[in-house]
């Protein structure tokens, strides 16, 4: 059983990510942390909270919220993509009598916040904790520039982040997590700590279809089923009308799917860089990826390449709907 952290910003495919790691019997999540990302980190926390609520039976981890703003450049959100509230407007739903359709549920009181959660729990299981980053990477860094001998202890690190060989999602050159803050992911990958990378290249090949997705949350039912419609309406309208698509990506998903199974992956070792300057190419990921390569700087991480798409989706369709 792999121990993790997992640190997100939720957002529509955090929350699908969250269920899919919590209800995956490889993975122990000893902690949930909470990043500026998708929205601020006051909603993700508060999300984090319906999202554990509407799976109903969960083992609920430490969960801590961690840091509201980037390390230097200026907040960016996705909320035009996941909804004013960043989890598809589930918190405006009212019932016929007016009530929230979904609560928030009590989580335990941590006052530690999310770097000092990590921290303590790195050094508490030396080796053993892989951190599984599926938000803008700030959190992280600040851990590494806290204490960098101690975050040495970290078993490793899987990330959602980047674009290679493929277009940005945010701009032309660079993917979401990586443009919220840069300088994050650059401390992160000269840490020296083991880095997995999930780009957008993997994961623009797993989407989410709409129309089989609705269908398979009206079979589900239950609560759990109707949060998991509710809560993806926005984001398949948003891909729909602005990219065309018959579903959404599951960006967060796949990068769970890596740890739980990493043998639907092709990776390659690359030395990857960070535009960490503002302007038309920041946030952007430049590695070497060529396989032939001869010579070059030391690898810095494994980028993700390729993906089993059709075993990934029978995992995450599965153990989706596992919840109550
Ligand atoms: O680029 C995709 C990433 O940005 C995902 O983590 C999504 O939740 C957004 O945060
Ligand atoms: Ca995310």
Same mark, same amino acid.
């Given at each position: 059983m792999q121990r993790i952290i997992l640190d997100t910003d939720p957002g529509v495919d955090d929350a699908l990510a969250i269920a899919l790691a919590l209800n995956s019997s490889g993975l122990k999540v000893e902690a949930i942390t909470t990043v500026n990302g998708n929205v601020g980190v006051?909603?993700?926390t508060r999300n984090l909270s319906l999202i554990l609520s509407a799976m109903g039976n969960?083992?609920?981890?430490?969960? =801590?919220? +961690?840091?509201?703003?980037?390390?230097?450049?200026?907040?960016?959100?996705?909320? !035009?993509? !996941?909804?004013s509230d960043g989890?598809?407007?589930?918190?405006?739903? &009212?019932?016929?009598?007016?009530? $929230?359709?979904?609560?928030?549920?009590?989580?335990?009181?941590?006052?530690?916040? =999310?770097?000092? *959660?990590? @921290?303590? @729990?790195?050094?508490?299981?030396?080796? $053993?904790?892989?951190?599984?980053c599926i938000g803008p990477l700030t959190n992280i860094?600040?851990?590494?520039?806290?204490?960098?001998?101690?975050?040495?202890?970290?078993? %490793?690190?899987? @990330?959602?982040?980047?674009?290679?060989?493929?277009?940005?999602?945010?701009?032309l050159s660079a993917e979401f997590n990586v443009y919220a803050d840069p300088h994050a992911a650059q401390?992160?990958?000269?840490?020296?700590?083991?880095?997995?990378?999930?780009?957008?290249? *993997?994961?623009?090949? #797993?989407?989410?279809?709409? &129309?089989?997705?609705?269908?398979?949350? #009206? &079979?589900? +039912?239950?609560?759990? %089923?109707?949060?998991?419609?509710d809560c993806t309406k926005v984001c398949f309208e948003f891909h729909r009308y602005h990219e065309g698509l018959d579903g959404f990506y599951l960006h967060d998903p796949v990068a769970v799917g890596y740890l739980e199974y990493p043998g639907f992956f092709d990776t390659v070792p690359a030395y990857v860089q960070v535009e960490i300057n503002d302007g038309l190419t920041r946030g952007r990921t430049v590695a070497d990826l060529r396989a032939? &390569?001869?010579?070059?700087?030391?690898?810095n991480a494994q980028v993700c390449v390729g993906i089993n798409t059709s075993q990934f989706l029978d995992y995450f369709l599965d153990c989706i709907f596992a919840s109550a």
């Open positions: 006051d909603y993700c969960v083992s609920v981890p430490i969960v =801590a919220e +961690g840091e509201s703003q980037p390390l230097s450049v200026s907040i960016v959100n996705a909320s !035009h993509v !996941h909804g989890l598809g407007g589930v918190t405006q739903l &009212r019932d016929a009598n007016g009530n $929230q359709c979904y609560l928030d549920m009590l989580l335990p009181s941590v006052t530690t916040g =999310a770097v000092d *959660v990590v @921290l303590e @729990l790195v050094t508490r299981y030396p080796g $053993q904790v892989v951190l599984l860094a600040k851990a590494v520039l806290k204490c960098p001998i101690g975050m040495k202890k970290t078993k %490793g690190i899987v @990330l959602m982040g980047g674009a290679f060989e493929v277009y940005g999602n945010v701009t401390i992160v990958f000269d840490s020296g700590i083991p880095i997995t990378i999930v780009p957008l290249d *993997v994961t623009h090949q #797993v989407l989410l279809n709409a &129309r089989e997705f609705e269908k398979l949350c #009206v &079979r589900h +039912g239950g609560q759990w %089923g109707k949060f998991l419609s032939d &390569r001869i010579d070059g700087p030391e690898p």
